[in-house]
């Protein structure tokens, strides 16, 4: 192991918005106030002035003009003696079908052509592991849970969060059950982020309708709420997500109805209301609006997990000490890249001997 140099982190924010928060921003800004030597920069990016030799660089969904292109990064990198990592953060059949195509095209050029993947979901990592057999696997965490808020669940009338992006089967499936609850309850106030096909679907007047907000934006709005829906349907494609919204409204003290897919296996019993299928979602709600003892009971068992187990002042020893470890064997890791896309086609010759020690 290599242990002569010390650990330096680059990372390149390629597809800025609320997604990245979370993922990129929130922990890096946090290894920066632990003293690491931590940089993030924004695109367009250029190499010579923003990476360091001998750096662990970490990118950001990258999309290169082509599989040359892509390849050509890798070298510049490796011949500076430094480690690239793609970080990606969601499964590829989910990307709008611009995105999927150019992929396709350049044969997944950002996942194949690095050192390993930085991701948020062993499911994922899994699931590409056929383009990138290494992945580094580091949880969505929270920042700073505000305290336990529950006088909000006092008051009337209840609001009903409604906040999923990319979501049009599962709200679609939603619609009539909401309309009618809606009709009959003057006591709930629905609040809808993004999903503008939704709030045209639902009683004009009833919903509160937001665009989609930056981050600091959108958790004000879900601090707002009593209660939000998190459906999702199961499939390979969705159990590559993270909990992280189910993460979020715990933090924010709010109640959720979750599922059928994915979070049956995240959420810690009594921390949310887990469903079986679509149309149990809103009957659910409507249950939880009107019991306000059990949606507390919810609220405070989810607040008390999401602050002992996935806040992410405590997860940046570990995260750390990951880098470090990675950082350490990075002669090895880089003869597996050599090894591996040694008869790759389309490429040329890639030798150990050009990664700069």
């Known amino acids: 192991m290599l242990t002569d140099r010390p650990l330096q982190l680059e990372v390149l924010v390629n597809s800025p918005g609320p997604h990245d928060q979370v993922r990129v921003r929130d922990p890096f800004l946090a290894l920066q106030r632990l003293g690491v030597d931590c940089r993030i920069h924004e695109r367009p990016f250029r190499f010579n002035s923003c990476i360091r030799p001998h750096s662990l660089v970490i990118w950001q969904r990258p999309l290169p003009e082509s599989r040359q292109r892509q390849w050509e990064h890798l070298q510049w990198l490796r011949q500076r003696g430094c480690l690239l990592l793609t970080e990606w953060d969601d499964h590829p059949d989910l990307f709008p079908q611009p ?45 700073d849970p505000p305290p336990l808020a529950r006088p909000k669940h006092r008051h009337q009338p209840v609001r009903v969060l409604i906040a999923n ?30 999903d503008q096909e939704l709030c045209r679907a639902l009683p004009p007047g009833r919903v509160e309708a937001h665009p989609l907000l930056n981050y600091q934006a959108y958790r004000a709005v879900l601090a707002s709420c009593q209660i939000a829906l998190l459906p999702l349907l199961a499939s390979a494609e969705n159990d590559c997500k993270t909990p992280i919204k189910l993460l979020e409204c715990a933090a924010e003290s709010v109640a959720t109805v979750s599922g059928p897919g994915l979070y049956e296996r995240w959420a810690s019993p009594g ?23 059990r949606r507390l009971t919810l609220v405070e068992q989810a607040h008390q997990w999401v602050c002992s187990q996935w806040s992410l002042e405590g997860g940046l020893p570990w995260r750390h000490w990951l880098y470090q470890q990675l950082w350490k064997r990075r002669s090895q890791l880089d003869q597996r890249l050599v090894e591996r896309l040694h008869r790759a086609a389309g490429l040329p010759a890639m030798t150990a001997d050009a990664f700069v020690h």
Do not use: F, Y
């Open 99 to 143: 995105v999927r195509r150019k992929l396709q095209a350049m044969q997944w050029a950002p996942l194949e052509l690095c050192h390993g993947l930085h991701s948020s979901s062993p499911a994922l990592v899994t699931a590409l592991r056929r383009l990138q057999p290494l992945g580094l696997v580091l949880d969505n965490l929270v920042t």
């Open 165 to 194: 992006q990319n979501r049009r089967a599962e709200h679609h499936s939603l619609v009539q059950q909401l309309r009618v609850w809606l009709e009959q309850s003057t006591e709930v106030q629905l609040v809808v982020i993004g």
């Open 271 to 293: 921390c949310s209301w887990v469903v079986t299928a679509l149309e149990e979602v809103v009957p659910a709600a409507m249950v939880l609006a009107c019991d306000v003892q």
